[in-house]
């Protein structure tokens, strides 16, 4: 998938994000991509001079010292080439700094956690990423393979969805990859506004058909699928019927205090998913 040449992986040195990093590795090594890693510590913002500068700047810098290693090693082990560096700071601000000073085309990050809060919550820090950038985020569970054979790409005919419409035809393209498209009507609606129900159940008709029509124009075939219930378990319960390797979805940065907010739809689908979710966020 020659789309993402320039991968930005944050490490921290968590199982997930050596799992990650891994997989990005692979990913890059498939795809003639670059990979850059990114450890992030925390600045210092205290009076340097009531304490040995030195010591002060080590006990800082020294951890994102480390994790540079360990990445450099990890990619080492396997042949791949890898930059890495360390930086200070807010990790969410640093990783979109990065990610846009370098003009990375991805950003790839591990996600772990799988009691009801950290699925609900999704990780602060990925939150507050995909809130920000305005570049493709894919998330990586812990134990998940990176891949694109079998993609499931969810869509409500938003104009973010239509952005993860397109990066699925161009995954599939480039990939020969298999696309189900699947849109959700919320359960709620079907006994409280059954007439409300049915406009969206058409309007879904009607969005899938124009995604269907999209990739048959870029030689891509899609499967459609109309689904009843709570969106995020649907979409989790498909990809698993249909045994997908990625699930593809569309979002948009937030403002203000929104941007704090979990739960979204994306946001829980993320939280609940044992596969890889790419998050597209919309073109202006």
């Known amino acids: 998938m020659e789309m993402y040449k320039k991968i930005l992986v944050p ?27 990114l450890a992030i510590v925390p600045g210092y913002v205290g009076d340097l001079e009531l ?26 082990s396997q042949g791949i080439p890898l930059l890495a560096d360390f930086e200070q700071g807010e990790p969410y601000e640093r ?7 370098e003009r990375c085309d991805l950003i790839v990050m591990g996600r772990h956690g799988l009691s009801h ?35 499931l790409l969810a869509t409500d005919g938003s104009r973010f969805s239509e952005s993860a419409t397109k990066r699925a035809i161009e995954i599939a393209q480039g990939s020969s ?19 409300a129900a049915v406009d969206m159940t058409e309007r879904a008709k009607a969005v899938l058909e124009s995604v269907k029509e999209k990739a048959a124009s870029s030689g891509v075939e899609v499967e459609i699928l109309i689904r009843e219930g709570d ?26 205090l929104t941007r704090l907010l979990m739960g979204s739809v994306t946001e829980r689908v993320i939280g609940y998913s044992f596969i890889p979710v790419l998050v597209v966020h919309a073109t202006t």
């Open 117 to 151: 809060v950290e699925r609900e919550l999704m990780g602060s820090v990925t939150a507050r990423v995909i809130g920000h950038t305005n570049k493709d985020v894919l998330v990586v569970p812990e134990g998940a393979r990176i891949a694109w054979g079998n993609i």
């Open 51 to 76: 304490f040995g500068v030195s010591n002060i700047k080590e006990t800082i810098e020294g951890p994102g010292r480390k994790l540079v290693s360990e990445a450099k090693e990890m990619a080492a």
């Open 95 to 101: 990783i979109v700094h990065v990610a846009e000073e």
């Open 11 to 37: 490490y921290d040195g968590s199982p997930s994000g050596r799992w990650a990093l891994m997989e990005a590795l692979q990913m890059a090594k498939t795809n003639k991509s670059w990979v850059k890693a």
């Open 231 to 256: 969106p995020h378990l649907v979409i989790h319960d498909v990809a698993s019927q249909i045994h997908a390797d990625v699930i593809l979805m569309g979002s948009h940065g937030r403002k203000g």
């Open 177 to 195: 990859s298999r696309i189900t498209a699947v849109s959700v009507v919320p359960a709620e609606l079907l006994p409280e506004a059954p007439a």
